[in-house]
């Protein structure tokens, strides 16, 4: 057989081997980011049904929900940490609509929320205002200092229009070792989950394009995260 034919059946060979490891990795960093998906929703309906859980009237005003499952103090370095989650952020240009799709999340930093020990921690921030919504879409966010935040009050019954959480970008609890409270994570960092959103949403898809286009699909794994949102707080309750 002519040389250069077999060199070109090798490549034609060589590029759908590569193209097919590419779909099977794809394939499994989808895998792995629904399973995410699927904890957040579990973390998140846990939560909701605590009686001393987020106040209701704080939700309605949220612009957007971002839930951390099991993060875990890194073996390496001190007081590292580092987790992955969604956020969930009322559909439109307004935060009025409902809730939509979700984008992938990272959130790092230093030994914020350590206190109660190595145990692994699950993380849920309400997103307030628009700027903090819009900035945390773009870029690389840290707490305390490009968005304020403070620790979530809780229970029903809670002061809600308190100072700090009228003040407040971001308010943030965590759950662990049953126990459910507002905490500080200044100092903590909260960006995009980009390699997570396009295993997700495809090639290229941002989180801005995620929340702002209303026709975006919901994935299949996030459906508990986004119901349990909407019976929580129901787009004709939000507050603006």
């Not at 895998?31 to 001393?52: C, Y």
């Not at 943030?172 to 994570?185: D, I, K, M, N, W």
Request: glycine residues 12%; proline residues 4%; charged residues 20%.
């Amino acid at each position: 057989m002519n040389r250069a034919i077999v060199r070109m059946l090798t490549g034609l060979v060589m590029i759908a081997l590569l193209g097919l490891a590419a779909r099977v990795s794809m394939a499994d960093t989808k895998d792995t980011e629904d399973k995410r998906l699927q904890n957040s929703g579990r973390v998140l309906g846990e939560i909701m049904n605590i009686p001393d859980n987020i106040p209701h009237n704080l939700l309605d005003r949220a612009r957007c929900v971002v839930v951390i499952p099991s993060v875990l103090k890194a073996a390496f370095g001190v007081g590292g940490s580092y987790g992955r989650g969604a956020m969930v952020c009322r559909t439109g240009h307004d935060f009025k609509g409902s809730w939509g799709a979700p984008s992938m999340m990272v959130l790092e930093g230093g030994s914020f929320g350590f206190q109660i020990g190595g145990q692994a921690t699950d993380f849920v921030l309400l997103v307030m205002n628009d700027r903090g919504a819009s900035s945390l879409l773009h870029s690389k966010v840290k707490l305390g200092a490009d968005a304020t935040a403070a620790a979530g009050p809780v229970g029903r019954a809670a002061e809600a229009d308190t100072d700090a959480s009228m003040r407040a970008e971001i308010l943030t609890y965590s759950r662990a070792r049953g126990a459910f409270a507002g905490v500080s994570l200044e100092g903590a960092t909260l960006h995009p989950d980009k390699e997570g959103n396009e295993a997700l949403y495809g090639q290229g898809v941002t989180a801005e394009q995620i929340v702002f286009n209303g026709s975006t699909p919901t994935p299949q794994a996030a459906n508990e995260l986004v119901s349990i949102l909407q019976k929580a707080s129901p787009q004709e309750r939000a507050e603006r």
